[in-house]
């Protein structure tokens, strides 16, 4: 019997999680796919959005500001790059501008500090390459960028290193309260028993929301990306917005935390919830749109695409509240964009509405906020590289060339916290395979060391669990 089953490990749930093991409490994490940060917290743009954005007065605004006050230090304590590096929006003639002047505004409710409107030539002097055809912007200090799929794992890990229990494949498909407690049943078979429930299903929360008798209608809208290479991740010092619509924030582009350029996403309702496959037509549209703000985007250096999918409810708000019709259940619904911005807020929010349900939140004197990340080779010096090899000799093997990946970087990626089990959890936790050459080189090596380190054979090792076997069987076998 745990006191909290918190259902999904996307930013929110394991955030969530996380802060639950402040007190003293079992804490139960429950993620249908085989690893945490596999719906959109995985495939996003990245951004920690400063919130001038959100209409004042919604859920969304609130988290949004209070999520981005917040994210400088979550980040420090779990060792995850985070990067305050300031966004802007672009305006292209005076009609833009005038949605900058309603921008400014609604985040001067929001209370986004530092918003300031500049000239075209002001935001050229800050961004040069930005288009000559741009004729003002806004700019916002408070905006940032981090790793939303290292920030789900490090929440999630230090959750685990807290107490918490993480159980993977676990899809919750029934509900049911009797007793004063939950029994949560999977699609399998197992059962989970927890006092109280959040829903932080992103995608399904909706369906869990079914569950408990609530109901909230969510659809799908694609954002469909083009990742650069490193060599152009220093097109653009801030994250550059176009002006954004009631399809979205519009297609920006960004640096990333790991040096690459990020453009996109578009916006395409779709009825499919799992469909992320990317199109001609969506790519070429990224990149249309991305060279109206930076003209000399280099489209010949894109080294992968991807898509995410928005959980978007039409009243376009975060529901963060008490179930109406069940007890002891937190619904976290339609956690679009700004959610990874807001996630940390969200969290604390929804254990400050347990506590007001009657969870006794009684301080846990054990809970340690740190984590320490896996040791990143590639941004050591040579005197931290030289004590590492030292200290533990397979952080002198390079398996990722494009990335400068290490054999110790893999090993204790299967051994961490939540530890990875297939070829993509590694790549998450370490970035091998994330470089140009997209894995050609240290996939066959990688494999080598999964199987070793699990103690399985190569050809059972996945590329992303379930039958994503990748080897197919010895050469000249019968
Ligand atoms: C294209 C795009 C761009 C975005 N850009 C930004 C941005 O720049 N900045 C920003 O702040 N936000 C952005 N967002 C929003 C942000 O990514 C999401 O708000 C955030 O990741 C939501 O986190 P989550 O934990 O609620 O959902 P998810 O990350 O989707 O996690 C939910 C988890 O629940 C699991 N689950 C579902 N059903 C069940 C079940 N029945 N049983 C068990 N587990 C279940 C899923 O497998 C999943 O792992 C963007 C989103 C998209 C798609």
Not at 85 to 104: H, T, Y
Not at 175 to 193: C, M, N, V
Request: hydrophobic letters at 40%; proline letters at 5%.
């Amino acid at each position: 019997m745990y006191d909290v089953a918190v259902i999904g490990a996307g930013v929110v749930g394991a955030l969530a999680a996380r802060e639950l093991t402040r007190y003293q409490l079992r804490v139960l994490l429950l993620e249908k796919a085989d690893d945490v940060a596999m719906g959109a917290s995985k495939a996003n743009s990245a951004i920690v959005h400063a919130g001038f954005d959100c209409v004042p007065g919604t859920r969304m605004a609130e988290m949004n500001v209070k999520g981005n006050a917040m994210m400088a230090q979550v980040a420090k304590e779990l060792s995850v790059p985070f990067k305050q590096n300031g966004s802007m929006v672009a305006a292209f003639g005076e009609a833009d501008e005038a949605v900058l002047r309603d921008l400014k505004d609604r985040g001067e409710k929001n209370g986004v500090p530092g918003l300031a409107i500049v000239s075209g030539d002001e935001a050229r002097a800050l961004e040069p390459k930005l288009s000559p055809d741009v004729t003002a912007a806004l700019v916002a200090p408070t905006g940032g960028i981090v790793c939303p799929y290292e920030l789900t794992i490090a929440a999630a890990g230090n959750a685990m290193d807290n107490g918490a229990t993480l159980l993977c494949n676990f899809a919750v498909t029934g509900a049911s309260f009797s007793d004063g407690h939950w029994t949560l049943s999977a699609a399998d078979g197992r059962t989970a028993e927890a006092r109280y429930i959040v829903n932080a299903a992103g995608m399904g929360s909706d369906i869990i929301a079914g569950m408990l008798g609530d109901f909230y209608t969510l659809r799908a809208r694609r954002g469909e990306y083009l990742l650069l290479d490193r060599e152009q991740g220093d097109t653009v010092s801030h994250t550059i917005f176009q002006c954004p619509s009631a399809a979205g924030k519009g297609v920006l582009v960004t640096p990333t935390v790991d040096g690459n350029l990020l453009l996109g996403p578009t916006s395409v309702y779709q009825d499919d919830r799992e469909d992320r496959s990317t199109t001609a037509e969506g790519l070429a549209e990224v990149a249309r749109l991305a060279a109206k703000s930076v003209p000399t985007v280099n489209t010949r250096a894109v080294i992968t695409s991807f898509t995410g999918l928005r959980a978007a409810r039409p009243e376009h708000d975060f529901v963060i509240a008490p179930s109406a019709h069940s007890p002891q259940a937190v619904e976290l619904v339609g956690i679009e964009s700004p959610g990874l911005s807001s996630a940390p807020a969200i969290a604390e929010e929804a254990v400050r509405l347990l506590g007001e349900m009657g969870l006794a939140l009684t301080e846990n004197p054990a809970f340690d906020p740190h984590r320490e990340g896996i040791p990143k080779f590639r941004e050591m010096d040579a005197e931290g590289r030289r004590k590492l090899i030292e200290q533990d000799p397979l952080f002198g093997h390079i398996i990722c060339r494009c990335e400068t990946v290490t054999e110790g970087e893999i090993v204790r990626a299967l051994h961490q916290n939540p530890p990875a089990h297939d070829l993509d959890g590694v790549k998450r936790r370490t970035r091998t395979g994330m470089g140009r050459c997209s894995g050609g080189f240290c996939t066959p090596q990688a494999v080598e060391i999964i199987a070793r380190e699990l103690g399985i054979g190569p050809a059972e090792v996945t590329k992303c669990g379930g039958e994503s076997y990748l080897l197919m069987g010895e050469t000249k076998a019968d």
